[in-house]
């Protein structure tokens, strides 16, 4: 029996070296740290089977705590000691596998910077726009150091923590991962994520464990840890570093780099971009793709198109667009060929009390439309008009504009 575990094994380490590098789980937790163990888990049981060399765990002050009181207490035969010989019990080599909580790189504190004491803080809790801020820069920062390095293959789960700090990761993750990470979540089947469990699960042990707790109606429950059930989530995700490879070297916050980033595809998409619009049919072809506007937001995209072919200087705010519009309206509609019972203009009127919300309003419908067309529509949205331009960033030659 051991030497056919022995053999066992070598066939997994085997099967993980033969793909080179160090694997590295980067995890954001919070007040639940069983989403370590489970996820450890989980990646264990793929095939070929995932142990990471290291894991890092990126928390609060708060979740630092509970990591280190459920997962690393006492120092002799703590949860995760316990995973590690359960494990090895099931085959795996855990040579140089599973270092977590040996260093202070292995959980890192979120930190922010206090402008009066003219240092860093640790944040025991994430809740402000500031914070979530100082969260993202922290999150791409580590992500960065990681990612980075060829010799790396990341595994970030975003299991845990706050809803923010899985969005930034998955957000990250898509800016600075190579296309071979992994970005995954783990379920649990109910009840044992609920952390009013008595022994709380953190993975399946050899001897099935009894739990005692109540369920989300408030009834006495007892389960078996043998009922457990532990799934793993690969989560796809677009590999975008090679589009921006120089700017996501540069030292930047994760806001700055979001917009160098969205400045890049907006260059981009104006490149590749093709808009067939006539005055007199509401049907317009974005890249070939044909799409049938409402009237009002046929007249707003014509305006748009129609200044940006004659180079007119576009207004910043919405407000002022309002009554050259109504003008756009009123010219337009004096053109129409009454005997062409296809000509539409006829129809291009804005309602009466028509404000700047209804103008938005009109905007995000166009959007929508564009979107559910196709792909090849939805790539005109980021041209169009956005806070501080009212315009369409299209050039001249790519706005293909008749009656």
């Known amino acids: 029996m051991k030497h056919a575990r022995q053999t066992q094994a070598r066939e997994i380490g085997r099967s993980r070296a033969d793909q080179g590098g160090r694997i590295v789980l980067l995890s954001v937790t919070g007040q639940s740290p069983a989403v370590l163990t489970e996820t450890i888990w989980a990646l264990a049981h793929e095939k070929p089977a995932i142990i990471p060399h290291q ?18 207490s006492p120092p002799e035969n703590c949860v995760w000691d316990q995973l590690s010989h359960r494990l090895e019990e099931l085959g795996h080599d855990l040579t140089h596998r ?5 260093t202070p790189h292995d959980i890192r504190v979120f930190t922010i910077f206090d402008p009066q004491s003219k240092r860093t803080r640790e944040l025991p809790d994430i809740g402000s726009e500031e914070e979530n801020m100082a969260a993202a820069d922290f999150i791409m920062e580590t992500v960065r150091g990681l990612a980075m390095d060829d010799d790396v293959r990341l595994v970030a789960s975003v299991a845990g923590g706050r809803k923010t700090m899985s969005a930034l990761l998955f957000a990250v993750m898509s800016l600075l991962a190579k296309e071979d990470d992994l970005l995954t979540h783990v379920l649990v089947n109910d009840p044992f994520e609920s952390r009013g469990l008595k022994p709380r699960f953190y993975f399946p042990p050899a001897q099935p464990l009894m739990h005692s707790g109540t369920d989300r109606d408030g009834n006495p429950i007892s389960v078996s840890s043998a009922s457990a059930r532990i799934q793993l989530g690969k989560i796809p995700f677009v590999a975008l570093r090679n589009l921006f490879e120089r700017d996501l070297k540069r030292r930047q916050s994760y806001s700055q780099l979001v917009r160098t980033c969205q400045r890049h595809v907006q260059d981009f998409a104006r490149k590749n971009i093709r ?11 974005v890249n070939g793709r044909a799409v049938t506007l409402s009237a009002l937001q046929h007249l707003l995209l014509l305006y748009l198109a129609e200044n940006a072919v004659a180079g007119k200087p576009a207004p910043e705010k919405f407000t002022v667009a309002i009554e050259p519009l109504a003008h756009f309206a009123e010219a337009l509609r004096k053109c129409c060929v009454a005997s062409d019972g296809n000509d539409l203009r006829d129809e291009a009127r804005l309602p009466k009390d028509f404000d700047d919300q209804r103008l938005r309003k009109v905007l995000d419908e166009l959007k929508t439309k564009l979107r559910s067309t196709g792909v090849e529509a939805a790539a005109l949205i980021p041209l169009l008009p956005v806070k501080g331009r009212f315009s369409l960033d299209l050039a001249p030659s790519a706005i293909d504009l008749r009656d």
Do not use: C, K, M, Y
Request: net charge positive; charged share 30%; no cysteine.
């Open 275 to 285: 808009l067939a619009i006539r005055r007199s049919r509401r049907e317009i072809r």
């Open 55 to 72: 894991v890092v765990a990126v928390t609060t002050t708060q979740g630092r705590d509970t990591l280190i009181r459920e997962l690393l």
């Open 98 to 102: 599973l270092r977590f909580g040996q």
